[in-house]
Antibody, heavy 122, light 109 residues
Framework: QVQLQESGPGLVKPSQTLSLTCTVS??????????WSWIRQHPGKGLEWIGY???????YHNPSLKSRVTMSVDTSKNQFTLKLSSVTAADTAVYYC??????????????WGQGALVTVSS | QTVVTQEPSLTVSPGGTVTLTCASS?????????PNWFQQKPGQAPRALIF???NKHSWTPARFSGSLLGGKAALTLSAVQPEDEAEYYC?????????FGGGTKLTVL
């Protein structure tokens, strides 16, 4: 059973960099069948795709966030990381990590972490 | 900016059938948008229901089905149960980027 768990500071000051790690258990992050994604949800709002990373390090981003987003993968720890720079209160959200399975011509966001609330405030 | 539009809210009676739709501001939704559907209950992470327009995950109840309908992606719930009350989100692929719909709040009443 694949499980994903987000971790990181729950409070970040404005203008600083938000950093979250997703630890994957029950499966290898190095498998070529998967992308590893970040999604966020502002309080009381809908979902927003942030981006995803392949085990090789290739990344794909939401154009609206691209300039502030850095993603990386650590295959030795079976983890992947999100960094979002120059945060403002508008970045306050629950951040989810998820596995994206590439299955033939289909993509499916099948397994999700429970989410981590990050609040941006001084 | 690409916008994916869902009905903000729908109400269905227990045992009834309801169809939620997902439209793209770029035009008709096709299988090439790889529509995904998710269910989210309060305080929980989203749960995947449908991928690739109509494919179900192993955990997806049989009463959920996905399709393309009138240029939109559609999620149909048949024989609706009280526990199906939730927010439902669609997700579409735009050549390297993904965009979520705004969500449909489904009330079972």
């Amino acid at each position: 059973q694949v499980q994903l768990q987000e971790s990181g500071p729950g409070l970040v000051k404005p203008s600083q960099t938000l950093s979250l790690t997703c630890t994957v258990s029950g499966g290898s992050i190095s498998s070529g069948d998967y992308y590893w994604s970040w999604i966020r949800q502002h309080p009381g709002k809908g979902l927003e795709w942030i981006g995803y990373i392949y085990y090789s390090g290739s990344t794909y981003h939401n154009p609206s966030l691209k300039s502030r987003v850095t993603m990386s993968v650590d295959t030795s720890k079976n983890q992947f990381t999100l960094k979002l720079s120059s945060v403002t209160a508008a970045d306050t959200a629950v951040y989810y990590c998820a596995r994206v399975t590439r299955d033939g011509y289909n993509f499916h966001f099948d397994y999700w972490g429970q989410g981590a609330l990050v609040t941006v405030s001084s | 900016q690409t916008v994916v539009t869902q009905e903000p809210s729908l109400t269905v009676s227990p045992g009834g059938t309801v169809t939620l739709t997902c439209a793209s501001s770029t035009g008709a939704v096709t299988s090439g948008y790889y529509p995904n559907w998710f269910q989210q209950k309060p305080g929980q992470a989203p749960r995947a229901l449908i991928f690739g327009t109509s494919n179900k995950h192993s955990w997806t109840p049989a009463r959920f089905s996905g399709s393309l309908l009138g240029g939109k992606a559609a999620l149909t719930l048949s024989a609706v149960q009280p526990e199906d009350e939730a927010e439902y989100y669609c997700l579409l692929y735009y050549g390297g980027a993904w965009v979520f719909g705004g969500g449909t709040k489904l009330t079972v009443l």
